[in-house]
């Protein structure tokens, strides 16, 4: 008997359960970077708004939706815009390097998303950032920008900043506090946390000439970098986020998971160098930005 392939099993299920383990697949590395923080910066705009639950609840539903698709389009346009070569050293899992699905059914999968994102923008009131949102996939994904470190780190702060602005819109008017935190975290958290996922890819971004920061500057000089900046990431959160509460001990509650994951982030960079150890070391980082904003929560009340 014929061994089953990686994309076998998918198809002997019913066409909405393999889509569903396809969605799975394109986008589960990235939904603590996308769907989880966008979450938790409503649930801060609930709480710094005073929005009922039953408000909250409709944001959390309508942001969700919004984010998973998307997070959906940028994941389908990186692995159709990515060498295959690269995948296949990187992520052999990904639905195109493992065979789940074909380079056509994910152009079609794509360009239907992209048709929707637009609508699903203007049905929630967040058209302009999902148009902008949209321009970044494209010229993330299908330009030469991404090949080199300082323009692939540059576009990703206007990502963090549409992703979170939509996120805050779906519950609150955006306000200077909004824009406070939005601003701090796309260019902290967010320019930095492409250059730890740089890390963990390097053996496919040399395979392919692309240029990264670690690649720029050297693995030893770039690990040693990123390691201060995280060290240093809960003093720049208080200072910058946290520091106007009044409740100091609300505060160090908020600020013990930042300082806790930002350090061992910065301990594993320093001294677990091998692929596996960089994947989890980049999904810890994730979790940094996570907490970040879970601190918003009970802070800006």
Not at 194 to 204: A, F, I, P, T, V
Request: aromatic letters at 10%.
């Amino acid at each position: 008997m014929r061994a089953p392939t990686a994309a076998t099993p998918s198809r002997q299920r019913p066409a909405f359960t393999r889509e569903g383990l396809v969605t799975w697949r394109f986008v589960y590395r990235d939904l603590t970077a996308s769907l989880l923080p966008g979450c938790l910066f409503v649930l801060a705009g609930a709480s710094h708004s005073h929005a009922d639950a039953a408000a909250t609840g409709r944001a959390l539903a309508r942001a969700a939706v919004y984010l998973t698709l998307f997070i959906y389009i940028f994941c389908v346009a990186n692995q159709l815009g990515a060498d295959p070569r690269e995948d296949q050293a990187n992520k052999p899992d990904r639905p195109l390097a493992s065979g789940l699905v074909s380079r056509a059914g994910a152009w079609r999968r794509w360009l239907v998303a992209m048709a929707v994102f637009p609508l699903l923008g203007w049905t929630l009131g967040v058209l302009w950032w999902a148009l902008l949102w949209q321009a970044i996939t494209v010229v993330n994904n299908f330009t030469p920008v991404s090949r080199w470190g300082p323009t692939r780190d540059a576009i990703i702060v206007p990502g963090a900043i549409v992703q979170l602005a939509a996120a805050w819109q779906q519950i609150a008017p955006l306000d200077a506090t909004a824009w406070r935190w939005i601003l701090t975290l796309a260019v902290v958290l967010g320019g930095l946390g492409l250059q730890m996922q740089d890390l963990r890819d390097l053996d496919g971004d040399r395979m392919i000439g692309r240029r990264t920061f670690p690649m720029l500057l050297g693995e030893r000089t770039s690990r040693r970098y990123l390691a201060v900046l995280i060290l240093a990431m809960p003093a720049i959160v208080h200072i910058l986020l946290y520091a106007s509460r009044v409740d100091r001990a609300e505060v160090l509650l908020c600020l013990v998971p930042v300082a806790g994951l930002s350090w061992t982030v910065a301990w594993r960079v320093l001294t677990l160098r091998t692929p596996a150890a960089d994947r989890l070391t980049y999904s810890l980082y994730t979790l940094v930005y996570c907490v970040t904003l879970a601190g918003g929560i009970p802070l800006l009340r």
